[in-house]
């Protein structure tokens, strides 16, 4: 006899999931009970997080790194609230997540069980509900099958992010045939929305009669990157990204202007002026704070917007848009290279073989410290030299914090020919911004991809929270490269306090020696002050073996990271005397 926890692996199963991420407990024994079944037949097995978060974060890079189904899951009462963070993260960033919690048996519900979460106490569902796509307690046997089903069809629509099921101990034990038949999945996945025919139609008009455009691709817009390069270079158009669809495009490219929004450069905001775009597209992308560098009226937020995503949320805030288009950016595309005649090469028009300079087209805040090696380290050096040294193939994380910020504006993206679509290998977790959020992601992603190394730049504030994590990588022989900058502060938090003219206040951290941790832990592991002893490093070499390793990175905090749109919409609502 098989149990519920078994049929649910199946499903899983068939959905191409590998692995499940999580913390075991007394309420969800049996589903690591099936999971102990599953792994001995050569199926689905668990991967242990060092806290339920670092679960939630894990399955979010699985999914992000395969395409696939994430999944995470926690006992009762504090591992189900220890999940919340990590699945807010995915809903944020419409990340496809099936999350598992634990609840008492039905029949003690109301009775003060240990970690009771029901509905007469701390009630986890309800916490849920409003960062998940889809959020039920599982209260009949009979229910679960229909409602994994339910949560498969939310968790991978297009509008993707996590379903969340809670499923109390007697369900998940309870006995089924063993030759129960299975659901079809066919229903609930791989459905693109074709965009209808007028709006293709008016969209190839409008795109026709305007001389100068500039396209500007999210995140939705993987997939279909390569059409809109070739789209580019037939009609000289100029191409920028949103934070999140950096690495779309190679930085070299010589029609991209950068990053537009937040962390931003100046060569991208001008290349949304009306002067330089009568007509500006934006793919795959939700117009919030960080993709509309403050939601900026003289760029993307104008009437000369046309806005095209398969996600229906994305579109919610294009009022002002001349057009708007729901549908597959990748559908919609095809045809309008077809008709403009446009061939895509795979690769950009003029080739680079110069990595050893920064990309001419795109405006730097500060270009020369790009190669600056005096003193500490300073980060506009270190993403410069990173993203030249390190493999093409390198999957690449900024947490949140410094990292991102330096990462997004330094960091330059290598696209060799061949390189799937819709492979996006520069991951930020802007949705949510939660500390922390490099760490988990960067174990899951290494563990859905064991051939190619994964390298994250994380603060010392987000280690401290969520550095045990390392540890996973350790254990699974991952190859994670962490690069933690050491700055003994809360960097943004206090840059940003210094900008704004708040007080300094609360920023401060003790000065760690990281490496030595790492070392404690039984991590490869080293520390550098200046760029010359991080150049000493085979870094290629490190990212050639399998294990974890960490460098400890002293560098400049005095070195301003670029804020200027974070700073502009937190300084608007502060008041001045009259």
Not at 15 to 31: A, Q, R, T
Not at 314 to 324: E, N, P
Not at 386 to 397: A, F, G, K, Q, Y
Not at 554 to 560: E, F, L, N, S, T
């Amino acid at each position: 006899m098989l149990e519920n926890g078994d049929l649910l692996l199946r499903y899983l199963e068939r959905l191409g999931v590998e692995y499940v991420f999580g913390v075991p407990g007394g309420s969800i024994e049996p589903f690591y009970d099936a999971l102990a079944r599953s792994e001995r037949q050569g199926g689905i097995r668990t991967i242990t997080a060092r806290h339920e978060s670092g679960a939630a974060f894990m399955a979010e890079g699985y999914a992000r790194e395969t395409g696939k189904l994430g999944v995470c899951c926690s006992t009762a009462g504090p591992g189900a609230t220890n999940l919340l963070t990590g699945v807010a993260s995915a809903y944020a960033d419409g990340i496809p997540m099936l999350v598992i919690t634990a609840q008492t048996a039905l029949d003690k519900f109301g009775q003060g069980s240990l970690q009771e979460t029901s509905c007469t106490g701390i009630h986890t569902v309800e916490m849920f509900a409003r960062c998940t796509r889809y959020n039920t307690l599982v209260s009949h046997p009979a229910q679960l099958e229909t409602k994994v089903l339910q949560a498969v069809s939310h968790a991978m629509s297009n509008q993707p992010g996590p379903a969340h099921l809670a499923i109390p101990l007697d369900v998940m034990r309870r006995r089924i045939p063993d030759d129960v038949k299975d659901g079809t999945l066919h229903a609930f996945t791989n459905h693109e929305v074709a965009p209808n025919k007028p709006a293709a139609q008016s969209l190839l008009k409008e795109l026709e009669s305007a001389s100068k455009v500039t396209l500007v691709l999210g995140e939705g817009a993987a997939g279909a990157n390569d059409m809109l390069v070739a789209l580019a270079e037939s009609r000289n158009w100029l191409m920028v990204t949103t934070p999140r669809g950096k690495g779309l495009i190679d930085s070299f490219h010589p029609l991209y202007r950068g990053v537009f929004g937040f962390a931003g450069h100046n060569s991208a905001t001008d290349a949304l002026k009306v002067e330089n775009a009568e007509r500006v597209v934006a793919i795959g992308t939700a117009l919030d704070e960080v993709s509309t560098c403050g939601w900026d009226p003289t760029t993307i937020l104008s009437d000369r917007l046309i806005h095209v995503s398969g996600n229906p949320a994305h579109l919610s805030r294009s009022t002002m848009a001349r057009l708007v288009v729901l549908g597959s950016p990748k559908l919609l595309f095809e045809s309008l290279a077809d008709a403009f005649k446009a061939k895509q090469s795979g690769s950009c028009a003029q080739p680079v073989t110069d990595y050893d300079r920064v990309p001419e087209n795109t405006r730097f805040d500060e270009p020369e410290k790009c190669f600056d090696r005096s003193g500490r380290v300073k980060p506009q050096a270190l993403m410069t030299y990173m993203s030249r040294i390190c493999p093409p193939d390198t999957r690449v994380l900024m947490d949140t914090g410094n990292s991102f910020l330096w990462g997004i504006h330094y960091w330059n993206i290598r696209r060799p020919e061949g390189m799937p679509a819709e492979k996006n290998q520069f991951s930020i977790g802007l949705g949510f911004a939660a500390m922390g959020w490099a760490i988990g992601t960067s174990m899951g992603m290494a563990t859905a991809n064991r051939q190619n190394p994964v390298v994250c730049f994380t603060g010392d504030g987000s280690y401290l929270m969520s550095g045990q994590e390392l540890t996973v990588a350790l254990q699974e022989n991952l190859n994670v490269l962490m690069l933690v900058l050491n700055d003994a502060s809360l960097g943004m938090v206090s840059h940003g306090q210094k900008l704004s003219g708040g007080e300094q206040v609360g920023t401060r951290l003790p000065s760690v020696d990281f490496a030595m941790m790492a070392r404690a832990l039984g991590v490869e592991s080293y520390r550098v002050e200046t760029m010359a002893q991080l150049m000493d490093l085979d870094i290629p070499g490190i990212l050639s073996r399998p294990g974890p390793c960490l460098i400890d990175i002293i560098v400049d905090g005095d070195q301003v990271p670029p804020l200027g749109s974070r700073m502009k919409v937190l300084t608007s609502s502060i008041q001045t005397d009259q």
